[in-house]
């Protein structure tokens, strides 16, 4: 990690190019579902230090956000073999920051993954270059309530987790008639889209070469949420202490994901 690490707002990213499907055939498939995105607005000094020197920090009007992203894994095999139970399906929360690679190309930068899968947590971490945790979680949807626990185990120090029970809302926009995209599609050019609607993530073991990673599938269908309970210690556990509550929440029934390859970043 670096403190060289650049906050630019650059209006002229393109952001519609990354969310179409690169050429070439995926190494892998995944089913993402019962995703809810709980967001910070912070500082961009805050965040900055915690990025790889070869990454800029993607901001939203002057500010960096910071996500956190309990979710359902299923389905998750390599493109040669079929989903085997007990291994293919588990849980997963995210705690990321949004980036860019020169004004180019924006992506996600993860500061901590907790699985509930333990093969998952060490193939991640060692084929991917990822930060994942094991960890116990839970997810418990009734209807339009839904809850999600979680209390990371190893490596390291254990006990970082969070507490969260929200309500899910109607789909995104579905009171905007003349909408030029259906209602639940984040539109481009609003905070919705920066947030949610992210296909390269980027990785970087200490001391190695960044790498990306993309991935490609349908965009998501979002729907409104707002919190009712909220409990959090990955986000801290991250190195960040997030001035303020949560601003920004969202839902996802999900959709079906393609994985491709990681790759060595030229820089």
């Not at 929200?166 to 889209?193: C, D, S, V, Y």
């Amino acid at each position: 990690m670096s403190k060289t690490a650049l906050a630019t707002d650059v209006s002229e990213i393109d952001r519609i190019s990354p969310t179409r499907r690169t050429d070439g055939r995926p190494i892998g498939y995944q089913c993402w579902s019962h995703l809810l995105f709980v967001h910070w607005r912070v500082p961009a000094e805050l965040v900055r230090p915690l990025l790889p020197a070869e990454l800029s920090l993607d901001t939203w009007e002057g500010d960096a956000w910071v996500g956190l992203v309990p979710f359902d894994m299923s389905g998750v095999r390599p493109w040669w073999f079929p989903a085997v139970r007990g291994v293919s399906n588990f849980l997963e929360t995210n705690v990321r920051t949004y980036v860019h690679l020169r004004g180019r190309d924006p992506g996600v930068w993860f500061f901590s993954l907790e699985a509930s899968q333990s093969l998952a947590v060490r193939i991640a971490r060692w084929r991917w270059h990822l930060p994942y945790f094991r960890a116990a979680l839970t997810l418990d949807r009734r209807g339009d309530s839904i809850e999600y626990r979680g209390r990371r185990m190893w490596p390291g120090p254990a006990g970082a987790g969070c507490g969260i029970r929200a309500e899910i809302g109607p789909p995104l926009g579905h009171n905007e008639p003349g909408r030029p995209l259906p209602p639940g599609q984040a539109l481009p050019g609003t905070l919705e889209h920066f947030l949610i609607e992210r296909y390269i993530l980027y990785a970087q073991r200490p001391g190695g070469p960044l790498r990306a990673g993309r991935v490609y599938h349908t965009p998501y269908p979002v729907r409104e949420a707002r919190l009712v309970e909220f409990d959090d210690t990955l986000v801290p556990a991250a190195g960040i202490t997030p001035p303020s509550p949560p601003c920004h929440v969202a839902f996802s029934d999900g959709v079906s994901v393609e994985i491709f390859p990681l790759r060595r970043v030229d820089v």
